[in-house]
């Protein structure tokens, strides 16, 4: 079953859940103004339901809405299952509660990058492909391998040495322009005021200068650490292109090893960095 | 680059030479100042009514209404702490140098008010702005141009009363009529006890050949203006002056962009009449 | 311009000499252009004249920033002194290859900061040693819309040069003096080639949509302040200032102090309207706390009152707005929107 097979399924659900009044609003993926993009969209009436689309071209995550519209009742929301990740890390750290959602998912074979021909990187290491929760699985309950060609820049990464990986690292920070687009397309970046914004004290300098903007994306990383659901929602909202994911992916990938975690696969377990266990390596105290 | 008028971003440099803490809790002081360098303080011609950036070297600037009128000696600024400028302000003492840049925006609508009565209603420190106007119709030279003045003032506390030797000066002359309240008495107050927009329903002056002139939180504003609406002063007749974050000061860096007006170009004197006209952006 | 400057001789250049004109040029100035970076192009210093690089429609980000940096140090200061440095000049500069879309960008830039009582003094010094060339455009963008406010491919708007580009060659306007003494040494366009240009300015372009009508529009749209249409149309706003950084009209901007120890700076950086903390007061306060109240401060502002004070719309119709933000907000669904809103409400 292809992504647009489930598009009609999912109007069905939301016109369903509305006409009920299980839910006050869908959040889901419509129509975009340009070919290769879709555009969150927000439905309060069963008659808008039509204006649901699910294609390839659905990267948004749009639990990046969830904490602001709480406040509206019970929500429904269109989520791919790295998106269900960060809606389980809110739920987990009491950002949104678990019976004010409806999650509608689906097993995912992955969307296209930005560029709307290659599959997004995120996609090509992803592993996970049915959503940890759900209210309702549209489609089977079957994993699907991710389609389509992507470029696998890890193993290229992994393979340089730390100065190297330091320098690559540095070029792209190069490219940041620090509008912010990535922390705010973040559901995880949910703050009321980001250390960026202090100005007493000013821990980061405004503007783009390069020691500024690599403490502010070191240091999200950070704060990110064993929150992040590797959905890609950071690196796809960037407009200059720099590749966010070598950080923050990378991050994962070092916390899965040292706690054997997965962030957002389990409703019942907290972020890694945010919990402590008495089995937790400490081979560091020397 | 030539140095000074060339550059509006450069500020003039002022050394501060007296403190006086204004407030009981000591958030807001008095700081009066005199030019490092005589001729630019030449230049620096402020009316009533307008503000000046103030600078300070590794915290920023902030923009703050000059309080002193232009017939009085030195420039003062009445400052309360609030952010980073302000707080670091505070740290300064008496000889330390600080900077200046200005006088911006614009100036209260000096010849309206001739041959007029003119009524102040201020509330805590938005007494400072109007000061500068208070004590340029008040000074002998300017005092014949206008007809009566009341100036209705009021504080949280009386600890909170700011200028409060100035106070007792107003209250004593004989062409001013001068009334105080304060939201809640404390020790041994003996004077009038509620909110500023009370006091003015109590007090209430004729509208009759009058101006308004208020300034004060943005709660009480909102009161005073219906209270001196129902007292039958007409839109044009009641002037305001208004806070705003800002930061250039010369209307580029678009922070107090309101409509198609820059509150530190087109303001922050407005008239109510104005504002009514302007989006509630303030 | 006066009418003077119009009996300067256009000029010819063939396209594989460009880099060596460059060259040539980097003898004596800075020269500034589109440069290849991965998979699109920006405005960048270039090293060499072969750098150059016209593949792309337009480069990622406008040309602003040569004017107007994300980062100005207006002085160097000592806390202990009080003394007070400001920067040398940067030096003279050409700036090449800027399209229309972006010589408009510089043309409302230029009316802000140098009107009014205080001129800025910063974008002014930068603007006077440098030379601009425009370069034509080949054909418009999925997202441009650029001929909503009268501004076509060939439009050189304050330009000192414009490179027309032919086939294999451009043909280059020479505007002003300045311009004249960087091509004077170049040959003579022949009627020939005259005559190409001609031809090729005849053809009409091929948008991807209608121009939007704006005049009445805008001004109707400011009395419908108080509508929900603002927040309809924002709903999906994340509060990011990717449309703001890329924008060759956009010039919010913020100051700040940083110091190591006794010495600093005052630096000038990009801000925007569209950031929810914009307007906040140390108080607290914020008049702008929802999308929708900055979504339409960002409209109005640009189509209506910088037209009100300055004479010019705030936009050029570029459209890397609309490609750059993340939600996909499009500000021609936008002023649609609008249109319809007011349609609606004008029937009641």
């Not at chain 2, 017939?71 to 400028?85: A, D, E, H, N, S």
């Not at chain 3, 119009?6 to 020269?31: G, H, N, S």
């Not at chain 3, 708007?157 to 040494?185: C, H, M, S, W, Y």
Request: glycine letters at 8%.
């Amino acid at each position: 079953m292809k992504m647009k097979d489930y598009q009609e399924e999912i109007r069905k659900k939301a016109a369903e859940l509305l006409e009920s009044g299980e839910v006050a609003m869908v959040i889901g993926y419509g129509a975009g103004s340009l070919p290769h993009r879709t555009m969150p969209i927000f439905i309060e009436k069963p008659d808008q339901a039509e204006k649901l689309v699910l294609n390839e071209f659905c990267n948004n995550n749009l639990s990046v809405y969830l904490s602001r519209l709480k406040d509206l009742g019970k929500l429904a929301i269109v989520a791919k299952p790295c998106d269900v990740r960060t809606i389980v890390g809110l739920i987990n750290e009491k950002q949104i509660e678990r019976d004010q959602l409806h999650i509608i998912s689906f097993s995912c074979s992955g969307v296209k990058d930005k560029d709307g021909e290659h599959l997004s990187p995120v996609c090509g290491h992803c592993e996970i492909s049915l959503p940890p929760i759900y209210d309702t699985l549209i489609g089977e309950e079957k994993q699907l391998e991710k389609k389509g060609e992507f470029i696998d820049r890890y193993a290229e990464f992994d393979a340089l040495s730390p100065q190297e990986r330091w320098d690559v690292i540095k070029g792209e920070m190069e490219k940041c322009i620090r509008c912010y687009a990535c922390r705010n397309a973040c559901p995880m970046c949910y703050c009321e005021e980001c250390f960026v914004e202090r100005s007493l004290p000013k821990w980061v300098g405004e503007g783009s200068e390069l020691t500024d903007t690599m403490i502010f994306h070191i240091v999200r990383a950070l704060h990110a650490a064993g929150r992040c659901g590797e959905c890609g929602a950071c690196e796809r909202a960037c407009p200059m292109g720099v590749k966010l994911g070598l950080l923050t992916n990378r991050i994962n990938a070092d916390i899965l090893e040292l706690f054997q975690h997965k962030a957002g696969t389990d409703p019942e377990k907290p972020g890694a960095m945010a919990t402590f266990e008495l089995e937790d390596y400490n081979d560091f105290i020397k | 680059m030539e140095k000074g008028a060339s550059n509006p971003y450069r500020p003039l440099e002022a050394r501060i030479v007296k403190i006086t803490d204004e407030s009981a809790n000591k958030d807001t002081r008095t700081f009066e100042l005199e030019w490092v360098n005589p001729e630019e303080g030449e230049q620096f011609r402020n009316l009533p009514g307008q503000f000046a950036e103030i600078s300070i070297f590794g915290a920023g600037e902030a923009p703050i209404s000059i309080t002193s009128s232009p017939t009085q000696p030195r420039l003062q600024f009445c400052i309360k702490r609030m952010g980073k400028v302000t707080t670091e302000i505070h740290h300064r003492g008496v000889g330390d140098i600080i900077g200046i840049r200005g006088p911006y925006g614009n100036t209260f609508p000096l010849e309206e008010f001739k041959g007029k009565n003119v009524i102040f209603v201020a509330g805590g420190i938005g007494l400072a702005p109007l000061r500068s106007l208070i004590n340029y119709m008040l000074h002998e030279s300017h005092r014949g141009d206008y007809k009566d003045i009341m100036i209705l003032y009021g504080a949280r506390s009386p600890g909170d009363l700011l200028f409060k030797e100035e106070l007792g000066e107003w209250e004593k002359r004989e062409d001013v009529r001068y009334e105080e309240t304060v939201d809640r008495a404390v020790g041994d107050y003996k004077g009038r006890v509620g909110f500023v927009p009370t006091m003015l329903e109590e007090v209430a002056p004729s509208s009759e050949n009058a101006m308004a002139v208020t300034c004060g939180p943005p709660i009480m504003i909102k009161f005073v203006l219906e209270g001196l609406t129902k007292l039958g002063f007409p839109p044009d007749r009641i002037i305001t002056t208004l806070e705003m974050r800002m930061k250039c000061g010369i209307g580029k860096c678009g922070r107090c962009n309101i409509g198609k007006y820059y509150v530190c170009i087109d303001g922050p004197v407005f008239s109510y009449e104005q504002l009514k006209n302007m989006p509630k952006e303030y | 311009m006066t009418g003077t400057e119009k009996i300067m001789k256009q000029r010819v250049l063939e396209k594989k000499k460009l880099p060596e004109f460059l060259d040539e040029i980097l003898k004596t100035r800075a020269v500034i252009a589109p440069v290849k970076e991965e998979d699109h192009s920006v405005y960048s210093p270039l090293k060499k004249g072969a750098d150059v690089c016209l593949d792309f429609l337009r480069p990622m980000k406008s040309a602003k920033e040569v004017f107007f940096p994300q980062n100005e140090v207006m002085f160097y200061f000592n806390q202990r002194t009080q003394k007070m440095v400001e920067p040398p000049p940067a030096g003279e500069t050409l700036l090449f290859g800027v399209t229309p879309c972006d010589l408009a960008g510089i043309a409302a830039q230029d009316k802000l900061f140098s009107s009014g009582e205080f001129k800025d003094s910063y974008y002014l010094r930068r603007r006077k040693q440098t030379i601009i060339a425009g370069m034509g455009c080949p054909e418009p963008g999925e997202t441009c819309f650029c001929h909503s406010f009268g501004i076509d491919r060939f439009s050189s708007a304050v330009a000192d040069l414009f490179f027309n580009p032919l086939e294999d060659r451009f043909v280059i306007d020479v505007n002003t003096q300045n311009g004249e003494e960087l091509v004077k040494n170049l040959p003579e366009a022949s009627e020939k080639e005259l005559e190409e240009l001609k031809k090729l300015k005849g053809e009409i372009p091929q948008f991807s949509m209608e121009p939007i009508p704006l005049e009445d529009m805008v001004k109707v749209v400011g009395e419908h302040f108080d509508s929900p249409v603002w927040d309809e149309v924002a709903m999906r706003c994340i509060g990011c200032a990717a449309c703001t950084f890329v924008c060759p009209t956009c010039h919010c901007f913020d100051i700040t102090d940083e110091t190591r120890k006794d010495v600093g700076r005052r630096m000038r950086t990009w801000d925007g309207c569209m950031f929810p903390k914009f307007t906040l007061h140390a108080s607290g306060h914020n008049p702008r706390t929802q999308a929708g109240q900055r979504m339409r401060q960002r409209v109005l502002h640009k189509f209506s009152y910088f037209n009100d004070n300055q004479g010019i719309i705030s936009c050029t119709g570029c459209g890397r707005c609309v490609e750059v933000c993340p939600v996909n907000l499009d500000i021609r669904d936008i002023l649609k929107r609008l249109s319809e809103y007011i349609l609606e409400t004008s029937d009641k």
